[in-house]
């Protein structure tokens, strides 16, 4: 309940819409409530007394009230709708907004499945709570409240009866609420299983086809399909029992009316219009209480929801800026001092006491087995990660002191993975320099040897890249990515193994094009292959997180046994070292 307070804020901006609605509806709700007592007065007075003129304008009064109830039904809806769509918006805008800024270590702890869940269905529920609650909740409480004043008013002789309905009425609909809250939120984990999987499966999808796996998949999605029936069916039909329910209590208290009514019109206690008139009572007093439930419903269904936005947005991202953090422009002097790093901090780091030097203009190549850490490295300079021990320093200043979007800004950073937007090929290597001109991004294009495919299409770099990249190769995206981080001129370039897709020919006029226009960025070139950083001014040889061999290539080959071996298998393999 608490997260459904801190959404509270949410509304402040439309409280004036969210007044006006509830207002709105308390005319409304006057108006049907006078209905019945008119009826009545028509009935008891117009009618059995043959009084014509009485019985018209009496029915003129009852559809002056009808129309005036009419309108504030209809303003309430306008007015609930404003506030409840803009409270929705806001807080799906300030949603994406945090899980923009997540670190990655934030990102871990939630699936994707869950996120998307969180955005779409948790947001649409909490609008249509609101919506029910400004639309719905003043009239189910007034509807029931006022039923049961005027009869107490005008027809005293069958509140009795409402003693006995009203209580039972209540306590089955607090039990029901109570379990649809249990209820739904087993239904929303379910469609989180249902999201995730979805979208595990359209990203894999070339692989579950590769592979022959679609009937696997397409198990696998029963299987969550139907857990997510299960539920709904479940949740539904227990929430089912409650209106037939209601309405068996109602028609005992119909019952008891007509008899204890006759009982009385016999004695002339009571006239028939006060039956007729209680009965309306009656089931108002149930349409109120059903409202109201359906609307408690909603809540509880939506408060699951809340907790569930709520948690993403108070997730603070692991790396933030400090006080008064250095905007200063960056040169690119990049060391790492002692740095340890491990993914989970129970388990043995995945970087052991790392240390190196690199000047600015300096190119370092890092190369080692799958898993040595060499993509941990890089990705720490950027702080996509915070090592755990030691420092690592950029132009002298330990990393955390830079602002973000400062030391993000001097690095231009190819990850090992080529993710590409479904933008055309312009947006998304201007991506990486939105104000880039016409001439800096076909000089980008060339330097990663993007420029020969680009302009093979009709529609040059206006081609569109399909979700996923799916219609490029994957050493086209590789060049694209490159393009994107060439197009920032950055102080620190990293390329995490952004060539191993890319043919040999290409592969050495790319690090032509990086000599000759990045003399002097800092370079950082990961890699598996020794033609792709032979030529480095230092290689980090990595082994199982720790640095096994530091040097040019030719000091390296002539007195480092790991990097002996690499050199040794890939010319046995038929590697070349491309001279
Ligand atoms: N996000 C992550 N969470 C947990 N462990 C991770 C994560 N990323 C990498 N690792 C682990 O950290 C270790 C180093 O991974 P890293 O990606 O740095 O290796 P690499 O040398 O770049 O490998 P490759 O040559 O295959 O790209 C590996 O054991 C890997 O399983």
Request: glycine share 6%.
């Amino acid at each position: 309940m608490q997260s459904v307070f801190k959404l509270t804020k949410y509304i402040k901006p439309y409280l004036l819409f969210a007044i006006i609605a509830p207002i709105m509806m308390v005319i409304e709700v006057s108006m049907d409530l006078i209905q019945p007592t008119i009826m009545q007065h028509i009935i008891d007075n117009g009618i059995a007394d043959n009084d014509k003129p009485y019985v018209i304008k009496m029915f003129i009064f009852m559809v002056l009230c009808a129309v005036v109830g009419l309108l504030g039904g209809v303003g309430c809806g306008i007015y609930a709708s404003k506030t409840a769509i803009n409270f929705a918006t806001d807080i799906r805008q300030d949603l994406y907004e945090t899980i923009t800024y997540f670190s990655n270590s934030n990102k871990d702890r939630f699936t994707l499945g869950k996120l998307i869940t969180n955005i779409t269905s948790d947001v649409e529920m909490l609008q249509r709570a609101l919506l029910m609650l400004l639309k719905v909740f003043v009239r189910g409480p007034l509807t029931f409240i006022g039923a049961i004043v005027i009869v107490f008013i005008t027809a005293r002789e069958l509140f009795p009866i409402l003693l006995f309905v009203v209580p039972i009425l209540a306590l089955a609909i607090f039990f029901f609420t109570k379990l649809s809250g249990k209820l739904f939120l087993k239904v929303q984990e379910a469609v989180d299983g249902v999201n995730t999987k979805v979208q595990e499966n359209l990203a894999g999808i070339r692989v579950i086809k590769a592979y022959n796996r679609k009937k696997h998949q397409i198990d696998q999605f029963t299987t969550v399909n139907g857990t997510l029936m299960k539920r709904n069916i479940h949740a539904d039909q227990i929430i089912g029992i409650l209106m037939p329910l209601t309405a068996f209590v109602v028609n005992i208290g119909i019952i008891l009316a007509l008899w204890l009514g006759a009982i009385k019109v016999e004695n002339d206690t009571i006239e028939v219009g006060m039956i007729l008139a209680f009965i309306n009572y009656l089931m108002m007093i149930m349409g109120g209480l059903m409202s109201s439930s359906n609307v408690l419903m909603q809540i509880a269904r939506a408060i699951p929801s809340a907790n569930r936005i709520v948690e993403v947005l108070e997730e603070k991202p692991e790396i933030h800026n400090i006080s008064n953090p250095i905007i200063s422009s960056i040169k690119g002097e990049v060391t790492f001092e002692n740095v340890s790093f491990a993914y989970n901090k129970n388990n043995e780091p995945v970087l052991k006491n790392i240390s190196f030097r690199a000047k600015p203009g300096d190119t370092i190549g890092i190369i080692g087995m799958t898993g040595s850490g060499k993509s941990t490295i890089v990705q720490l300079i950027p702080r996509l990660f915070d090592a755990d021990q030691g420092v690592v320093r950029i132009d002298g200043k330990p990393i955390a002191e830079y602002d973000l979007s400062t030391l993000r800004k001097a690095i231009g950073f190819a990850p090992q993975k080529a993710t590409l937007f479904s933008k055309t090929i312009e947006e998304n290597v201007k991506y990486g320099r939105d104000e880039a001109t016409l001439e800096e991004l076909i000089e980008a294009l060339e330097s990663s040897c993007a420029l020969e495919f680009v302009e093979k299409f009709d529609d040059k770099e206006q081609h569109f890249i399909t979700q996923g990249a799916t219609n490029l190769s994957g050493g086209q995206k590789q060049r694209l990515a490159m393009a994107r981080a060439f197009i920032r001129k950055p102080a620190i370039l990293i390329l995490d193994d952004t060539t191993s897709a890319v043919d040999s020919i290409s592969e050495k006029r790319i690090q032509q094009a990086i000599a000759n226009h990045f003399k002097e960025s800092t370079k950082f070139i990961v890699s598996s292959k020794i033609s792709s950083i032979r030529h480095a001014d230092t290689i980090l040889v990595l082994d199982d997180g720790c640095i096994v061999g530091k040097g040019t290539h030719e000091q390296l080959i002539a007195t480092n046994e790991a990097y002996q071996e690499i050199v040794s298998t890939q010319v046995v393999r038929g590697g070349t070292l491309n001279e």
